[in-house]
């Protein structure tokens, strides 16, 4: 008789929550698009039972990303920022999401990005990026297509850390550094924005990720998700799923992605099973059980 007491009590706070969650100006779900253009597209991310901060809707999150893509102006020489998703108002594009199970901060990335690939964040012309309000053992984390810094890790402390952390993970989340990229050392390079916090905060991509002169490997001027858009594009979701689905492990948005022909480099054409995936389909059908 107890547990089902406190089963109902368990209930009926999580509805609570979640109905809480509910407020002016905060939206559930990617809103229509002003572009067809590839884009980034953002989250204000909890727990199960995590304290709304209203990062989403007190203006504070987009004022801080805004910076952020000024910064990304500034380290392309003026040239390129990313594209981020707008709503048809004007404002930034800020979904709410509250996890379904209870965490205590310190998972990996195969749950979000899962319950998020659930919930529809699942375009593969669409990079989502998560700043979670949470502690974690973590400042961050990022694989193509799904990105996530931690708010409450010891590792972020203010305004700059916030802005230089998203920078370095929405990197990850851009497929950086590849196989073929120079330096590369298990996905960074040093001294550039991969390197981030352990290179004392520096704004530098570093000559190795942008406009680096190789055409045999992917170059972040090339980048689709930035803006002005290059004349040889590519986009990292088409990229790394069709090398993932290569060895088993992710489903290609195209079939017919001929990667092989433009990126010819030795080192990225020896896709590494332990070290290439891609979420991109296939978590639709998620269930919390199991996971």
Known sequence: MNKIILAFILLIFT????ASDEKPGRFFEDQPDVTEQPQVHFIYLLNKNSKDNE???SGK??????????????????KQKFRFDFRKDGKLDISFV????????????????????KLGF??????????????????????????????????????????IMTLHELTHVAGFAWECTKGNQR??????????????????????LYDHGDPTCPDM?????????????????????????EVGRGIAPDNNYDWRSRYSHKKLNKVKKKRTWCTYNRYKNYSDSGH
């Open 15 to 18: 509805s609570s929550v979640f």
């Open 55 to 57: 990062w989403d809707i």
């Open 61 to 78: 999150m987009e004022a801080e990303l805004l910076e952020a893509n000024q910064k990304m102006l500034e380290m392309t020489k003026g």
């Open 98 to 117: 509250r996890f379904d199970k209870k965490y205590k901060g310190n998972y990996g990335m195969n749950y979000p990005d899962a319950y998020l690939t």
């Open 122 to 163: 699942n375009d593969p012309n669409k990079l989502y990026f998560a700043w979670v309000d949470v502690g974690h053992r973590d400042g961050g984390q990022g694989s193509v297509h799904h990105g996530y810094i931690f708010l409450k890790s010891k590792y972020i402390s203010g305004s700059r850390k916030r802005i």
């Open 187 to 208: 996905g960074h390079v040093g001294s550039t924005i991969i390197g981030g916090p352990s290179t004392g905060d520096m704004f530098s991509l570093g000559k190795y």
């Open 221 to 245: 001027k090339d980048l689709v998700f930035l803006e002005p858009t290059s004349d040889t594009p590519f986009n990292p979701v088409y990229l790394k799923c069709a090398m993932a689905a």
